[in-house]
């Protein structure tokens, strides 16, 4: 089990575009091609994941379902945040595997409906000792009620892994912008339920 170091920043598209101009110009090379990213997020019907996360409460988890360009190929995430850290599980599924389930077990949750699917655009940096994202274009939308309706987030996200190699002094030296609580799951329950 590998723990992670994540600093994530919420940036306008305008900010956005700066921040990548500048670190390209000081020596960020391209990881990867760019790639559509689709997430459908599970909750208990009291959406419990949603409360725990929102509260800081640990432990908690996310679950979702996560795939690419290819639909065919889907891994189940579990993300745990532990006093310990945080960490990430991800199982690779067969493409029918929910064909007669309209639920999924968890052993600390119980059973987990489909909450929301959320869609965005990731770019795959690598800086110094540091792998950046920047995930832009993200849109929300509820599955739980098959609504057709998709929220379009305003900002976007930068999103910076470590393995704890460097101080947050050391990356603040290179991103001058404050870090900020992003989680996609919590903004699209936030747009896309009515409380």
């Known amino acids: 089990m590998t723990f992670r170091n994540e600093r994530k920043y919420r940036l306008s598209y305008g900010d956005s575009i700066k921040l990548k101009s500048d670190l390209i110009s000081r020596g960020m090379k391209k990881l990867y091609p760019d790639r559509e990213i689709n997430s459908e997020y599970f909750d208990t019907k009291e959406l419990k994941m949603f409360s725990d996360s929102e509260e800081g409460i640990v432990p908690r988890k996310k679950i979702r379902l996560r795939w690419y360009d290819d639909k065919s190929i889907k891994n189940l995430e579990t993300k745990i945040s532990s006093i310990e850290g945080r960490f990430k599980k991800s199982i690779e599924l067969k493409e029918n595997f929910r064909k007669n389930n309209s639920y999924l077990h968890d052993p600390f949750y119980g059973k987990i409906f489909t909450s929301i699917i959320v869609n965005y655009k990731r ?71 009515s409380f």
């Open 123 to 193: 770019e795959y940096y690598k800086f110094k000792n540091f792998r950046l994202t920047f995930d832009t274009k993200i849109n929300y939308k509820n599955s739980r009620f098959k609504s057709q309706i998709k929220y379009n987030d305003k900002e976007t996200v930068l999103e910076i892994k470590t393995k704890n190699l460097h101080s947050n002094d050391y990356i603040d030296q290179f991103i001058n912008y404050p870090t900020s609580r992003f989680s996609k799951y919590c903004r699209g329950i936030h747009l896309t339920h």
